[in-house]
């Protein structure tokens, strides 16, 4: 895989042994068990995959690029550049302008932005709408693209489906910057409908079951299908993608879902003219990702930490999967660690910061499971880890660490 050149800020000095270590013993990936170590006090259990991946790692190199290249002209980013407040924050240090927020809302006015200007396209894309504006003003659209390849791959394959009759459903967060480009991509050219869990997915299936009539299917899902969007006609034959960030497992069970659906009304002998099996379009990394976080699951932990951006989705759900098992804590950064009493943990149900005492158990050896999102640079969770270390006393030695 291609390796990118990103700044040395975001590298680390234990991380980046732990992730060196393991690619030489497990170069395919197939390993999904977690690194371990102990420096006497406490022991992290760190997770197999996590950190910037590879869309993350191209978008970053191409904004550093964009910058040290045009170095009098006016460089925007449509909006974050991904979900990690410390990358964005370097990229407005330098001098980069968000032209719009994470929901959309506008920043600045397209009047200030005009066809001697650097306009970055962010790690999620962007809409065909917000394309044409900058095609418009003769802006170079392809030259600083930063979307993600794999969101990307879901587009591509999105058409084929639409170019084959298709209808798309989109396994995504309706207001997710990545949600919203994908639906711009492929209602372009084929009937779109998105459904953001399990729980919409079933009132789909009702409806394809015959238990939902066309006009409460689009009450339920209104503004978040395609224009002339017809029930009747446009949910015969689908295929299911997905917001690369999302659940891997539930983008898979609302396809078995739907797919089940089919079956019951069509029959499987023509199961192939109802249904796309599209699990070819599931992100890597977010499946890698999840899939080792569940490994963490079968630990003895005392505690989970997850670092990463508060907005970032495929970080939310690392927690989700955490949460049941482990007392977790979701933070930004280093810093939201007060004390070894207190911590500032981001509550991803009530969407606040909230501070909780007592999160370091008072005990001989205190053993902690870490992760972090792929938007998380992997300097972030070196400087939790240091910071716990700190707190507890503990010396930071690689010595009898085997790295």
């Excluded at 449509?78 to 410390?86: V, Y």
């Excluded at 489906?161 to 994908?182: Q, R, S, V």
């Excluded at 084929?190 to 789909?204: R, T």
């Excluded at 069970?253 to 199961?271: C, F």
Aim: proline letters at 4%; glycine letters at 4%.
């Amino acid at each position: 895989m291609k390796k990118f050149d990103i700044p040395s800020h975001y590298k680390s000095p234990i991380i980046s042994k732990v992730k060196a270590k393991r690619q030489l013993e497990d170069p395919r990936k197939k390993d999904f068990s977690p690194s371990y170590l102990d420096f006497g006090s406490v022991e992290f259990i760190i997770s197999r995959h996590f950190g910037f991946c590879y869309g993350v790692e191209n978008a970053i190199e191409k904004s550093y690029n964009a910058i040290q290249n045009n170095p009098d002209k006016k460089i925007y980013l449509l909006s974050q550049m991904i979900h990690n407040p410390s990358v964005n924050e370097d990229l407005q240090s330098m001098g980069v302008e968000f032209i719009q927020d994470t929901a959309g809302n506008q920043l600045l006015s397209w009047d200030k932005v005009n066809s001697e200007d650097i306009v970055i396209i962010p790690a999620f894309g962007t809409t065909l709408e917000t394309q044409e504006i900058l095609e418009k003003k003769g802006i170079d659209v392809t030259k600083y693209n930063t979307t993600c390849p794999f969101v990307e791959k879901v587009w591509n394959r999105s058409a084929k489906l639409g170019d084959d009759a298709h209808t798309i459903i989109i396994h995504g967060k309706y207001n997710h910057e990545e949600t919203k480009a994908t639906f711009s991509h492929t209602k372009d050219n084929a009937p779109s409908l998105i459904v953001k869990d399990l729980h919409e997915a079933q009132f789909l299936v009702d409806y394809i079951h015959g238990k939902k009539d066309s006009e409460q299917l689009l009450v339920h899902f209104e503004g978040k299908y395609s224009e002339g969007f017809d029930p009747v006609k446009d949910l015969t034959r689908v295929g299911v993608v997905n917001q690369t960030t999302m659940l891997a497992t539930e983008t898979q069970s609302i396809a078995d879902l739907v797919k089940e659906a089919m079956i019951a009304k069509y029959g499987q002998e023509v199961l192939k003219d109802h249904f796309a099996d599209t699990r070819d379009t599931l992100c890597y990394a977010t499946n890698d990702n999840q899939t080792a976080t569940l490994k963490l699951l079968e630990e003895n932990a005392d505690l989970s930490i997850v670092v990463g951006g508060y907005n970032s989705s495929n970080t939310t759900h690392l927690v989700e999967l955490l949460e049941p098992e482990f007392p977790t804590y979701f933070i930004k950064n280093s810093d939201e660690i007060i004390s070894t009493s207190a911590i500032r943990s981001f509550n991803i149900h009530s969407q606040e910061v909230e501070q909780k005492d007592k999160f370091l158990p008072e005990k001989e050896k205190t053993r902690i499971i870490i992760t972090s999102g792929a938007s998380c640079p992997d300097a972030s969770v070196d400087e939790v880890i240091q910071k716990i270390l700190g707190l507890k006393k503990a010396p930071i030695s690689f010595e009898n660490l085997g790295l």
